[in-house]
């Protein structure tokens, strides 16, 4: 690159050189052909001489025209002291006009040079910021397209799709020693469509955390089981998802990501081994979303394996459910909430209810049981809720078309329930975060059933005091 900078450079320098020398002979050899007894022009009224160095000036600058007109009056006074006779006299006028002529010139060329100087460093730099642009741009097209592309394939929402597994998976009889038969395509194709993955395998573990060594489904043609690799080993220790970003080293045996299957007992039901997936799915997020569908995917087997006995155990689903939506908080932080109702009337329980169930979504969970008073508790668990959400949740309840009119409606405020209440009911609300265990939970519902709401009346409301 220098190299060929330097020889474009010389060639512009020899062009100068030569368009120098040619003009500045050119205009003497023209006069000679025109009056051989006067080539210099000394005797017309234009000086015609001064068109070299002021042309070679304006096009080469000051050094190239000056170069120009010393050498013509060099000539002219080499003839002057010879006594040539085209030189009668030495022009001292023309001589000092065509430096001064010379020199303005090349001062004005000078000056649109470093214009153009400037122009042109002006176009490379906005020349160099539009390229950076334009790669910019392409990735961002890339990103995009990719984007729309996974968003068009989600034909349905993940609280959707676990609700169509969990349908799948508990419709399906108990199979004693192999928990996975019959289910292993629908985990895979899950975990395809919401991680970007192309290649993997699922497997069975044992109670003892040691893997089977047949695949109990696969997708796409994945490589033969290697039980030795560091990852698989790490993922059955931890419980967690890992990733070749786990070790700094290089992984062997085409390993990416391993997805343990792991119920919120800390059982591990099975492992997928991923061997090939999207670069760009290749991240924390996408990783952390696997995990969470792989809790979500252990507890329903846990429910499969043992014949569906959590349905008939109600409170014993519920605390199930419970542990893995405060496990989701605090491992991939994500928001649920908790509303419970106390009611004394069985009219408003009815239709309170009747407008619960109207209002409650498919991974919702409710649990109704009396109190030492033998009031109805209505309990429930909004899984993937926020602030936000709960409140748009108890909007849409409607309760003053239920409770009195002049019933008070709370709203939320810091580190205060939520809180409807009047002498018949009380609704309380507040968002789970990663500072709850399920058994502090427990312990506030507890201490919510033994406070006596029936002391309170119409128009005389206020907060219970309790803390969210």
Same mark, same amino acid.
């Given at each position: 690159m220098k190299l060929t900078l330097a020889a474009s450079r010389l060639l512009v320098l020899k062009t100068a050189?030569?368009?120098?020398?040619?003009?500045t002979g050119i205009l003497p050899a023209v006069g000679y052909e025109v009056n051989a007894a006067d080539p210099f022009y000394l005797n017309n009224r234009f000086p015609w001489l001064m068109l070299a160095p002021l042309l070679i000036s304006l096009r080469y600058g000051f050094i190239f025209g000056m170069s120009s007109a010393v050498s013509l009056i060099s000539v002219l006074a080499l003839g002057r002291y010879l006594d040539w006779p085209i030189v009668p006299v030495? /022009?001292?006028e023309r001589a000092v006009g065509m430096i001064l002529i010379t020199m303005i010139a090349a001062e004005f060329q000078d000056i649109s040079r470093q214009k153009l100087q400037q122009l042109q460093h002006?176009?490379?730099?906005?020349? =160099?910021?539009?390229?950076?642009?334009?790669?910019?741009y392409h990735v961002l097209k890339g990103s995009h397209s =990719?984007?729309?592309?996974? @968003?068009?394939?989600?034909?349905?929402?993940?609280?959707n799709v676990l609700l169509d597994l969990q349908r799948q998976v508990l419709s399906l009889a108990k199979n004693d020693g192999e928990p996975l038969s019959g289910i292993g395509d629908p985990i895979l194709n899950l975990f395809s469509e919401y991680g970007s993955i192309l290649t993997a395998s699922l497997y069975a573990v044992?109670?003892?955390?040691?893997?089977?060594?047949?695949p109990a489904a696969c997708l796409g043609k994945p490589p033969a089981?290697? /039980?030795?690799?560091? =990852?698989?080993?790490?993922?059955?220790?931890? +419980?967690h998802v890992t990733s070749i970003q786990t070790f700094d080293e290089e992984m062997e045996h085409e390993i990416l990501v391993v997805i343990p299957l792991i119920?919120?007992?800390?059982? $591990?039901?099975?492992?997928? $081994?991923v061997n090939e997936m999207s670069m760009f799915a290749l991240q924390k997020n996408t990783l952390d979303l696997l995990s969470l569908l792989?809790?979500?995917? +252990?507890?329903?087997?846990?429910?499969?394996?043992? +014949?569906? =006995?959590?349905?008939?155990?109600?409170?014993?689903?519920?605390?199930?459910?419970?542990?893995?939506?405060?496990?989701?908080?605090?491992?991939?932080?994500?928001?649920?909430?908790?509303?419970?109702?106390?009611?004394?009337?069985? @009219?408003?329980?009815?239709?309170?209810?009747?407008?619960?169930?109207a209002e409650c979504r498919g991974l919702d969970k409710v649990l109704t049981f009396r109190d030492n008073l033998g009031r109805q508790v209505i309990i429930q668990l909004l899984p993937l809720t926020d602030e936000n959400g709960l409140k748009g949740f108890l909007s849409r309840l409607n309760l003053r078309d239920v409770l009195d009119k002049k019933t008070s409606l709370t709203s939320f405020e810091e580190d205060k329930a939520f809180q409807i209440l009047d002498s018949n009911v009380a609704i309380y609300s507040w968002i789970l975060s990663d500072k709850h265990s399920p058994e502090k939970v427990l312990s506030k519902i507890e201490q919510l059933c033994q406070h006596d709401i029936s002391i309170h009346r119409n128009g005389d409301y206020s907060h219970a005091g309790f803390p969210a």
């Open positions: 050189w030569l368009e120098t020398l040619v003009l030495f /022009p001292v002006k176009y490379h730099y906005l020349k =160099l910021r539009m390229d950076e642009f334009s790669r910019t =990719l984007l729309e592309q996974q @968003a068009g394939n989600h034909k349905k929402s993940m609280r044992s109670e003892d955390r040691k893997i089977n060594s047949h089981l290697w /039980p030795a690799n560091r =990852l698989i080993k790490e993922a059955l220790k931890t +419980g119920d919120v007992f800390q059982r $591990i039901w099975g492992v997928v $081994i792989g809790g979500h995917i +252990g507890d329903l087997i846990k429910r499969r394996a043992g +014949g569906n =006995l959590l349905d008939q155990d109600v409170e014993l689903e519920f605390e199930c459910e419970l542990r893995r939506t405060l496990e989701e908080v605090r491992s991939f932080e994500v928001a649920a909430a908790m509303v419970v109702s106390i009611v004394n009337s069985e @009219a408003l329980y009815d239709a309170l209810m009747s407008i619960f169930r």
